[in-house]
């Protein structure tokens, strides 16, 4: 059973950003609010410019011990030295994963609304299942992950759960009591300076 104190924040890359500026923007967040982990998340799917953010940015969590996941490549893990995947597609590559990776990498599993789907990642060795998205969602079918969703699971389930997606002011005060982790990302980049933005967020589900 999930025994939730405070959640902590986990944060998402932008889909695409500068290597010559976006470092040093991490860099500040990461020092004005502690972050759980950071997730590398690119839009774009060619090799070398993956390879090259990921060497920048891991220079910036490795100094600050916040470990760095990166989405979907499973096989750049152990070629980049990073901490874990991603995975976007529920339960389905969890435990395969698993068996590549070996026990001391982090494996996440993102499984929308389905708490069935989660059930499973958890059972086939997932170290976090999220869910998502939370608040008021424009794209795709409008589904939400339901707050009942997050309730029973920290009440019955021991892997640790990750609330993400349309998340606002609403959400957060809501799911603060039942999530270990919100993750954000365009949450804070949207806005004029990141930093500040993580600060409120982080407040706000702690104050």
């Known amino acids: 059973m999930s025994d939730i104190e405070q959640p902590q924040l986990y944060l998402i890359t932008p889909p695409a950003f500068?290597?010559?500026?976006?470092p040093t923007l991490l860099a500040?967040?990461?020092?004005?609010?502690?972050?759980?982990?950071?997730?590398?998340?690119?839009?774009?799917?060619d090799e070398d410019d993956i390879c090259r953010a990921a060497d920048a940015l891991s220079?910036?969590?490795?100094?600050?011990?916040?470990?760095?996941?990166?989405?979907?490549?499973?096989?750049?893990v152990?070629?980049?030295?990073?901490?874990?995947?991603?995975?976007?597609?529920?339960?389905?590559?969890?435990?395969?994963t698993r068996k590549m990776l070996g026990g001391d990498a982090i494996i996440g599993a993102f499984c929308g609304t389905s708490r069935h789907d989660g059930m499973n990642a958890g059972e086939a060795g997932a170290d976090y299942v999220s869910f998502g998205p939370i608040g008021e969602n424009t794209l795709g079918d409008g589904a939400r992950a339901?707050?009942?969703?997050?309730?029973?699971?920290s009440e019955v389930i021991e892997v640790p759960i990750v609330a993400e997606?349309?998340?606002?002011?609403?959400?957060?005060?809501?799911?603060?009591?039942?999530?270990?982790?919100?993750?954000?990302g365009d949450e804070i980049w949207r806005a004029d300076a990141p930093a500040e933005e993580a600060k409120a967020i982080l407040a706000k589900?702690?104050?």
């Open 165 to 184: 997606g349309a998340i606002d002011d609403a959400a957060l005060q809501a799911f603060a009591p039942v999530t270990d982790f919100f993750a954000i």
């Open 146 to 153: 339901e707050h009942d969703l997050f309730q029973w699971w």
């Open 205 to 207: 589900v702690t104050g």
């Open 28 to 45: 500040k967040v990461l020092d004005s609010v502690d972050m759980a982990c950071v997730r590398l998340a690119l839009a774009n799917q």
């Open 18 to 22: 500068d290597l010559d500026v976006f």
């Open 59 to 76: 220079g910036v969590t490795q100094a600050r011990d916040v470990a760095l996941v990166i989405d979907e490549h499973i096989l750049l």
């Open 78 to 96: 152990e070629k980049l030295g990073l901490d874990g995947v991603h995975l976007g597609d529920g339960a389905r590559r969890v435990a395969k």
